[in-house]
């Protein structure tokens, strides 16, 4: 089946697509899902809140842009509204009050997906959002700062506390894992 059928038969509530439409995504909204979220716990229940919320609405899908597009799109919106949802306090930074040293992440790039969306996963929510809608969906922190209903220089804040935290553990896993090869 087409994606274009499969599309017309989850309109038309068809259990089989719907289920063939959940087992062909259901691997690239997970692993949307857990940049967002806290742990595979989360990230699983996010995946179902998407599914549902997908097959609810799917007949607002106009085919304009990708399936798989609009779909990730529900996915970081349930992650933000669940975020949202916990009523964190967010502490506000203005740019004169932070170090802003460079935090470069490159030289981690040879540690497993595994490592890295772990270390994506210890942040604290607040960082581990804006981290994500940043630098692995493309927001500005104009954009976030709307989503998130924070200002923009907490977004600034959490990105920079969130790079730092990443740099922090990301370094520790690295001498672990560099420590092992010379053992």
Known sequence: MTEKELITSC???DRKAQKQLYEQYKQKLFLVCLKYCK???????NLHDTFVEVFLHIKKYKA??????????IAINKAIDRY??????????YDSQLKWEDTNLDEY?????????EAIQSLPNQYRIVFSLYYLDGFSHKEISKQLEISVNTSKSNLHRAKAALKS???????????????
């Open 84 to 93: 949202r949802n916990k009523k964190e306090i967010n502490v506000v930074f």
């Open 39 to 45: 742990n595979q716990a989360e990230a699983e229940d």
């Open 11 to 13: 309109k038309k509530k």
């Open 109 to 117: 790039q040879d540690l497993p997906l595994k490592v890295i969306l």
């Open 169 to 183: 553990f990301l370094q520790k896993k690295h001498e672990l894992k560099n420590s092992r090869r010379g053992a």
């Open 64 to 73: 304009k842009g990708s399936f798989e597009g609009w779909m990730k799109r």
